[in-house]
């Protein structure tokens, strides 16, 4: 039998990075495939290829036998391959049966008044509605349906175009279990009808009751591939993690001492469970858990940046509650945002200025140019970035692990006790990144407190003291020196998804 | 009509109104409300356009210099002999030739609108003053006759006016390319994703605005029946104005063409009429103008807030 999808080697490359490499993965009609693997693992990298948001730099697809290389999601949906993105992709200022039919809406009358055929989109719209077993008006605004109402329009959408092929990413993230029962009814329905579904996501007893065959992605190669059957939940985990712990955490000298530095107690955000946790003085304390699972969040509001609904925030001892992040700053607080180009650096600004950027409350009034550039050049100096005449160079000229180390630079001028460290490594290669521990090292030796919060396993092994394990907004586990492992690491932190 | 009471421009527009009223006697007047109206025709036209730009999360910054290069390049024609429908329609056709060249410019080259309609603003503006070599030009009676004519005992600049509300209200509202200007306005990279053609969609936008630039542009211009070197200087803002105060957001996605635009229009002209009517201070025009349209669109704003939409 022709297979519906047919990837070979397939590879895609962001920066000179190769994010996917030599996939070759087929799906046959009627089936539905399960895609798993670590985030950053290239899950959603792989069907953004299938689906013509990307174009593949190596390998080739066929589809129903046919060559497959879409340059764009409208010819991807021509030819039957319908993505459902995690994050959806309705209008809500626009109706549910406008969704539906965006790309061709019918129309009627002659062509100077040729006008949407509002009755025969209506009936359409209720025709495809009917086959998700929605029962909602076509006429209705968008933003007026819940979260699973909204994932059952984008799979209409889908249906409605004809797909062949139906590729969910994430889809029950923020569907209650009911919603997510419903959704898993139209899959198997959407099979029985010949076509084909490939199934993204992290809860992995959803993946293995309801997928005929599982893919399992690592650091964007498929390490396996096989029907459901052969696969249970404990060597799902284990083929997701299974990396050699790489030569670059180097050995730190000293330990944490009892003395507390950053003490959050049961502090609340809304909608979210309170979490409490402590840093000590020269402690790394690493923060695991999945995309979603609420760890950025709570540097924020750690940071002042969201609202906090109660509990505390201490450090050194001191609240922070009342405190603007500006002043969290003068206090002693860093956070290394997970979003360099967003919201940590001036791409365009001379590194000079950058740098110096957090620390210039410390500097009074008036600058001094001289003694700026020299408290740089120092900051410089211990992070390691030596890249000629800073105040020639910008953010933009420098490598992934380059702009990280001035960003680290940046926050270093601002003198802080504690250092919150969102994702320090993404996009960072692998030199850059063990200078980067490095320069973590020497500064806790100095005495700070970190809080590392990262997607990757081996990196919270390989630098923590501690390791907590948090989930749906709480912290589910906490793994000290001695037990530390990362296939229970990984099973707790999806553990907070099945539920 | 339910969307007229919540539109907070119609009860800035009702207190306004009220102000003048009480003011001046001539102010609730037909003939000066009729006055009002046709006043309100030339700017409501253009920012109908605007809204459009708008609806994308654009902006044009050149309306008011394409009114001016099109009245200039038809006070040439007609001055050097040209009957006067022909100057009309040359300077009707200044206007998409602009809007074309905004929306390439902005597609094809990647330009943020901001940018290119800025700079347009002045080359367009240079190139009128090029060819009108900075003189003023009168225009011939035939062209004030546009503007006094009366069909149907309404007014041609009414008349043209809603035609282009009702017309542009009927391509938002009931055609796929009305529908699909909300959706790129909403989220243009969510618009690729779903298959839109969103660089066809900018560049009609665009040409759409500049048409409605000239149209508005040759209703003032019969009004005036003259091209001076000013000619529609600082219109953008008037147009801007009164698609913001109908309710257009500057993020796109949201808008209105009526009532929206209508009541725009007519809220900006009724407060120069009533100043002129009571015998203001010229100098206090835009102050009293700019503090109209702030407090409508402060009041938009806390609408959205109470309601939990975007600000």
Known sequence: MTPRVELRDVGKQFAGVWVLRGVTLTVPPGAVLGLVGENGAGKSTLMNVLAGVHRPDAGTIRVDGADYAPRSPAEAAAAGIALVHQELNLFPNLSVGENLFLDRLPTKGAVPLRRVDRPRLRADAEEALAVVGLAVDPGRPVSGLSPGERQLVEVAKGLAAGARVLILDEPTTSLTRPEADRLFALVRQVRAAGKSVVYISHNLPDVLGLCDAVAVLRDGALVAHGPAGEFTEDRLITLMVGRQLDQVYPQRATGPTAEPLLELDRLTR?????????????????????????????????????????????????????????????????????????DGLLMDAALTDEVSLAALPRHGPWLRPGRLRQAVAAAAIRVNLSQGRLDERTARTLSGGNQQKAVLAKWLLAGPRVLILDEPTRGVDVGARAEIYRTINELVKAGLGVLLISSEVEELLGMRDRILVMAGGAVRAEFRRPEFDREAILRAALAGRAA | MRDLLTLPAVWVLAAVAAVFAALSPQFLTAGNLINVLIQSSAVGIVATGMTFVLLTAGIDLSVGSVMFLGAAVCGVLVGGGWPWWAGAVAMLAVGPACGLLHGLAITRLGLTPFVVTLSSLFVIRGLGLWVSRTRAMNLPDDFRQLATERVLGVPVPVWLFGVVLLASQWVVGRTRFGRHVLAVGHDAAAARKAGLDVGGVLVRVYLICGACAAL?????????????????????????????LGGASLFGGRGNVLPGVLVGAVTIQTVYNGLNLIDADPYSYPVITGGVVFLAVLADSLRNRLRGGRP
């Open chain 2, 216 to 244: 508005g542009g040759l209703v003032a211009l019969a009004q005036l029946s003259a091209v001076s070197p000013t000619f529609g200087r600082d219109r953008e803002f008037d147009a801007i104005a009164a698609a913001v």
């Open chain 1, 270 to 342: 809304p909608g979210a469970a309170p979490v409490s946790l402590t840093v000590h003085r020269g402690e790394v304390v690493g923060v695991a858990g999945l995309m979603g699972a609420g760890r950025t969040e709570l540097a924020r509001a750690v940071f002042g940046l969201d609202p906090v609904t109660a509990g505390d925030v201490r450090l050194g001892g001191e609240l922070l509650a009342a405190l603007t992040p500006a002043a969290r700053i003068r206090k002693g607080l860093a956070f290394l945002t997970e979003d360099r180009r967003g």
